[in-house]
């Protein structure tokens, strides 16, 4: 079971059909994607690389990300895709803690990560797409398809835990395979004329949602831009069309908004998968209103990529129904091949109604925690992954999320994690406590706010600054609020429901809180 036999499957049926664009512009047909990936592991096999070897993707959206990824795949490497935002420090540890052996670095990119370079001897490739050395590998003598087993590695995701040391969450070939079947049998079926638009980061859920465009043999679409713009995404969908995207609550919001005021007509939006924070009932009234039923809701996480729940268009349509206002709150039910508990503390099932951690078990569940036991013990118990969400189930297996047991912010549809920003601030010698937030934010879902006790010469300036130098822009508090000093419980634990609640309707404070001008966009 190697996830790039899809792509030679379809390639062997359909070699002609359009596959990849860039922009409306055709970039390869089925036959090219194919020959191109098989010589790009030529290339790796040439040049020593053994199957489970990991190949690091530090790119912005582009056609050679789904070009390598399937290079690497078919020659039974293992991708570890890295959020093109993150700062080079962060890569850093991301290809030392992988032991990757491979870099693809896009030329934007590039000039942040060559110092780096020098630190990972073990690095035997470095490429930057668009250049000489990549038309090479492109060139070189194609390899016959890597046979791998359903257990074996394809994708190394990590993703950062409350301590601030990102983990590498480990998903085989199965949990991939798994996803895209659910796709299928959740979501509904994909057509050779639909056209998966890569509007969010091709390292996330948006690049792993290839699969089932490819087994469809559908085209897929990167934007000129390689992100996300309204005004682009509703030029596309004219002159595309059936356009099927993953997108995050903020971006649907924007979305809904633009084709609203241009007076578009949205039926080129064949579906909009949003997921990746929690979307207010009254942004989706709007979306529902303006664009119609394109929409469906995913629940995922790295460790169960988008795969533990689905609100389907027809249950956001069923307006008739007693209880569709519960339902548009809710994250839908279990998906087709995995299972949905209530946990307590000890992880015993709850009852239906009760408030618990959320637990799943399947296929799509990650094989562990890459060269972490301890954090694979507690995260899987007895076949059950612990979420560290917190919900309910209705009798009908509608699931609801209450809360967060973890303090993760997510802001514009991207995790943040409080740990690893409170460590680098206080890193300041002017800083003695500080404890990260997040706020609801009408735009963002929610922001990143620090509270800190500290020097009086201290400053939101310095601090911002010392954020730059160490973390990506995303992650930097967009409001910080200066205290005497923190509330805390018996045990000395800073209580950030207090905190939360203190802020929470505060634009300003006596100490100045900076809110930056012009927020990053986290898709």
């Known amino acids: ?74 020659a039974g490497l293992t991708i570890v895709p890295v959020n093109a935002k993150l700062h080079p420090e962060e890569l850093a540890y991301v290809l030392a803690d992988s032991e990757a052996t491979a870099l693809f670095v896009s030329a934007d990119l590039a000039p942040g990560v060559t110092p780096l370079l020098g630190r990972f001897p073990g690095l035997r490739l470095t490429v930057t797409p668009g250049t000489a050395a990549y038309t090479a590998l492109t060139e070189a003598r194609p390899l016959p398809l890597v046979a791998r087993q359903p257990e074996d590695l394809a994708w190394l995701f990590y993703t950062s835990g409350i301590t601030g040391r990102p983990k590498g969450v480990m998903l085989t070939q199965r949990n991939l395979s798994t996803m895209a079947a ?32 490819v087994i469809a043999g559908a085209r897929h679409v990167v934007p000129c831009s390689g992100g996300f713009d309204e005004a682009e995404l509703i030029g596309l969908s004219q002159s595309v069309g059936q356009l099927c995207l993953f997108a995050a609550p903020t971006m649907v919001r924007r979305l809904v908004e633009a084709v609203a005021a241009s007076g578009a007509d949205p039926a080129g939006f064949l579906t909009i998968v949003y997921g990746g924070g929690p979307m207010y009932v009254e942004d989706l009234h709007r979306g529902l209103e303006v664009m119609g039923d394109c929409f469906m809701q995913v629940y995922g996480q790295g460790e169960s990529p988008m795969c533990i729940s689905v609100l389907t268009r027809e249950q956001l349509q069923d307006s008739g129904h007693p209880r569709w206002a519960e339902r548009l709150a809710s994250v839908g039910v279990a998906q087709a091949l995995v299972e949905i508990k209530i946990g307590d503390e000890e992880g015993r099932e709850l009852p239906c109604g009760a408030i618990g951690e959320v637990m799943v078990r399947g296929d799509s569940v990650m094989a562990g925690y890459w060269r972490n036991p301890d954090a694979t013990a507690a995260a899987l118990q007895d076949g059950w992954l612990r979420t560290g969400d917190v919900g309910s189930l209705d009798e009908d297996g509608f699931l609801t999320l209450r809360d967060r047991s973890k303090d993760v912010i997510i802001s514009g549809g991207t995790n943040i994690y409080p740990r690893e920003v409170e460590e680098i601030l206080l890193r300041s010698p002017l800083v003695q406590e500080v404890s990260v937030i997040g706020l609801p934010d009408p735009e963002w879902g929610e922001i990143v706010v620090a509270c800190v006790v500290g020097h009086p010469a201290v400053s ?14 995303f992650k930097r508090p967009r409001q910080y609020h200066f205290l005497d000093s923190l509330p805390k419980n018996n045990y000395g634990k800073v209580l950030k429901t207090e905190l939360r609640a203190r802020f929470r309707s505060s634009s300003s404070s006596s100490s100045g809180p900076m809110t930056p001008s012009t927020p990053e966009v986290n898709e």
Not at 33 to 56: H, L, N, S
């Open 460 to 473: 939101a300036e310095t601090l911002d600054a010392l954020c730059l130098d160490h973390l990506a822009r």
């Open 182 to 213: 659910c796709y299928f049998m959740d979501f509904g079926p994909v057509e050779a004329g639909d056209a998966s638009v890569y509007a969010a980061p091709m390292s996330h859920g948006a690049g792993i949602y290839n699969l089932m465009y």
């Open 1 to 74: 079971m190697n996830l790039a036999r899809l792509l030679e499957r379809t390639a062997r049926l359909w070699p002609e059909r359009p596959a990849i664009f860039h922009g409306d512009a055709p970039y390869c047909t089925y036959g090219e994607w194919a020959e191109r990936a098989g010589r790009i592991a030529g290339a790796f096999a040439q040049q020593g690389f053994k199957p489970g070897d990991r190949v690091a993707l530090f790119m912005t959206n582009s056609p050679e990300y789904l070009e390598v990824m399937y290079g690497a795949w078919w």
